[in-house]
């Protein structure tokens, strides 16, 4: 059964470029949400998607950083113009639904550089 | 705003033996969910165990078993009969029950090892 997929799994970029990671969601899961590992860290959440309802993007921690979600599955968390500060492991989880005791399923998380 | 706070950075116990992991957090609901989450080296976060406020009991999973006490807003994680792969970072989390808070607030995590 296929889990939670998210690509690269590793990036490495300069400093000012644009990036973007991507999630796939495990199959019928409607809520979707963001997350960021810096190093030493716990993981702090960023944005998180409920079938067609707005998201919710209290946590993003600059207008540099943008996602979506296409169709209620695929999602892609966009940063511009990197900072180093934005090194960190990005984690991406999906759930049955987006309240309750219902699991957060994690992917493998892409780990990005920014030199 | 919520918080959930690991006070232990790193832990170690010895194979077969138990060890706790503590967790504390803050929270004005009366209503809400308790997680714990394994991340071994290949970053993917595994639920471990989860606890709903309303239910008194503590949740247990095999060798894992919580103390929660909801008075003191604890919620610590026991590990029995250790294992070597058992050594990971353990996280505590912490969801609402209702309206828009639907991710998890996590812990800065606590590092295990295990001694052979």
């Known amino acids: 059964g296929a889990g939670v997929s998210q690509s690269p799994s590793n990036k490495v970029t300069e400093k000012g470029k644009d990036v973007e990671l991507r999630c796939d969601p495990i199959?019928?899961?409607?809520?979707l949400y963001w997350y960021r590992q810096s190093l030493g860290q716990g993981l702090e959440f960023l944005i998180y998607f409920q079938g067609n309802s707005a998201p919710d993007k209290s946590g993003l921690p600059s207008d540099r950083f943008s996602a979506e979600r296409t169709g209620g599955s695929v999602s892609t968390l966009t940063i511009q113009r990197t900072q180093q500060e934005d090194s960190a492991v990005y984690l991406c989880?999906?759930?049955?639904?987006?309240?309750?005791?219902?699991?957060?399923?994690f992917g493998d998380g892409t780990r990005l550089s920014i030199l | 705003a919520q918080t959930v706070t690991q006070s232990q950075p790193e832990m170690s116990v010895q194979e077969a033996e138990t060890v706790t992991l503590s967790c504390t957090y803050d929270?004005?609901?009366?209503?809400?969910?308790l997680f714990w989450y394994k991340q071994p080296p290949s970053r993917q976060m595994i639920l471990v165990i989860r606890?709903?406020?309303?239910?008194?009991q503590n949740a247990t999973e095999n060798r894992f078993s919580v103390n929660f006490q909801k008075a003191a807003k604890s919620f610590s994680l026991k590990i029995s009969d250790s294992q070597l792969g058992d050594a990971a970072m353990y996280f505590c989390a912490y969801r609402g029950y209702g309206g828009s808070q639907g991710n998890l607030i996590f812990g800065k995590g606590t590092k295990l090892s295990v001694k052979p």
């Open positions: 929270t004005s609901e009366s209503d809400y969910y």
């Open positions: 606890q709903e406020a309303y239910k008194q």
């Open positions: 199959s019928g899961h409607t809520a």
């Open positions: 989880a999906s759930s049955l639904v987006r309240v309750g005791d219902q699991p957060q399923h």
